[in-house]
């Protein structure tokens, strides 16, 4: 779909939706946008232009269907995929980023550490018509032998090219832990629970150096501009429990990545901030404000948070009630958390599972942020659940396979699909029937009521 319209900008030095934004341009992405969101094509541009709203997409990435990330667009989810040392299997990549999309997540972030690495996101680019975001720290301490102090600057930012004309179509770079933060992780309980961050931390602690990504920013930015990726600004020091949300080293942080912005915002790169993974649920509205302020209203980008730290094999319910208070008050895209989170590689079945508990989470934010239309379909289930429409709840729910497949479990037969009832209730204890009953005969209820009332006077 994107060919011809990358394909007459092909000369432009710049290619980056937010140069054009700044022009006064509509693009087709932006169109695109508007339409999926029911916004005007003006909206989108001027909120791209201010960067409030980003739209990921990599010029190299042309199977792509544009989509926004900001808080005049709906609420996203990010589906994390990838190998690990100990599970690599290209074709299990591809089943993951598929079952991504056929559950609806909006992004998907190849996190892949094991592996033919360049293969394993060649295929996942190709089956995917939804943004893909990497970690590039991961590839390259790959391509070093996974020895940190081999790292170099020149090495990080051949990566970074090499991604990017993948089609990668955001990078989450860890540019905000610097040097001098690292008195204030000695103060925490958990240190650095992020993998990026810590491999930071050990490089700068090898070379006794500030940290790469931060030295080389400028250079990133270029290869940013030439291929239209956007960035994360990745949270190397976000809080992995709950005592340590909220503290000096996960905020310290924020402030760096508020100033990144800018920095980005000048060379026309489009910037998301990544955000805290613990958090106690009174602090999260608090942390939303404070990340608006310090970053210049860039789309926030929450993993999470978990509201809780003894919910393991659960932490994907965990994770969503703190997501869905973070997207009510203001958070862009949800980063999902699966029932393996502290556990182990998810698998496909798993990722369903994360999509389907952030999908609710970012539907229920955008209900409470009374998004226009957003509660059209809720109010579709509740016509088709009082209608007996058994057919209509499956389509309309999030997952219209469990929904189906848990009706069937009791009630298989096709002739349940028009039963007055489910097995929860049977055919004579349905609350939905015996109102139906009532209302259908208005003057039997409207005397019952009249007696009613007589008694009570009485009384």
Request: proline share 4%; glycine share 6%; net charge negative.
């Amino acid at each position: 779909m994107r060919s011809s319209w990358v394909e007459k900008r092909k000369d432009d030095k710049v290619r980056t939706q937010m140069y054009y934004a700044k022009q006064g341009i509509i693009t087709e992405e932006m169109e695109y946008v508007a339409n999926v969101e029911d916004l005007s094509p003006e909206l989108v541009r001027s909120e791209v232009a201010r960067g409030r709203l980003i739209i990921p997409a990599n010029v190299k990435h042309r199977s792509l269907e544009p989509m926004a990330i900001g808080i005049a667009a709906r609420c996203k989810i990010n589906a994390n995929i990838g190998s690990s040392a100990l599970a690599s299997d290209i074709e299990g990549e591809i089943e993951k980023i598929q079952v991504s999309q056929h559950y609806k997540a909006d992004t998907a972030m190849d996190l892949s550490t094991g592996g033919d690495l360049d293969e394993i996101r060649k295929a996942v680019i190709a089956n995917s018509k939804i943004p893909i975001g990497t970690v590039p720290i991961y590839q390259i301490l790959h391509d070093v032998g996974n020895k940190i102090e081999d790292l170099t600057i020149e090495k990080m930012l051949e990566v970074l090219e090499r991604q990017a004309q993948q089609g990668v179509s955001y990078f989450t770079i860890h540019a905000g832990f610097l040097l001098e933060t690292m008195p204030k992780v000695a103060r925490r309980k958990m240190g650095i629970v992020s993998r990026g961050g810590s491999l930071m931390a050990a490089w700068m602690m090898h070379y006794h150096r500030e940290n790469p990504f931060y030295t080389a920013y400028d250079d990133i930015l270029e290869i940013c501009r030439k291929y239209d990726v956007s960035l994360s600004l990745g949270d190397s020091l976000r809080p992995g429990c709950l005592a340590d949300a909220s503290d000096e080293a996960q905020l310290g942080e924020l402030k760096v990545l508020g100033e990144l912005t800018l920095r980005a915002w000048e060379k026309d790169v489009q910037v998301m901030i990544e955000g805290p993974g613990h958090v106690p649920l009174n602090q999260i509205e608090r942390n939303m404000k404070l990340q608006r302020e310090l970053c210049h209203e860039a789309p926030f980008y929450i993993l999470g948070p978990l509201v809780t730290d003894i919910a393991a094999g659960y932490d994907h319910i965990s994770s969503a009630i703190g997501a869905a208070v973070g997207g009510w008050h203001g958070a862009s895209m949800l980063c999902y958390v699966t029932p393996k989170e502290h556990l182990g590689l998810p698998n496909a079945a798993d990722v369903r599972e994360g999509i389907i508990a952030y999908k609710i989470a970012a539907h229920a934010a955008d209900i409470a942020r009374g998004r226009k239309g957003a509660r059209d379909i809720d109010d579709a289930m509740s016509d088709a659940r009082y209608a007996f429409d058994w057919e209509k709840q499956f389509e309309l729910a999030l997952d219209s396979e469990r929904a189906r497949e848990y009706h069937d479990e009791t009630l298989p037969q096709d002739v349940f699909k028009e039963a007055e009832f489910c097995s929860m209730c049977g055919p004579k204890f349905c609350s939905y029937k015996i109102t139906q009953n009532i209302m259908e005969n208005p003057e039997a209820s409207a005397a019952i009521a009249e007696e009613a009332a007589a008694a009570a006077a009485q009384q």
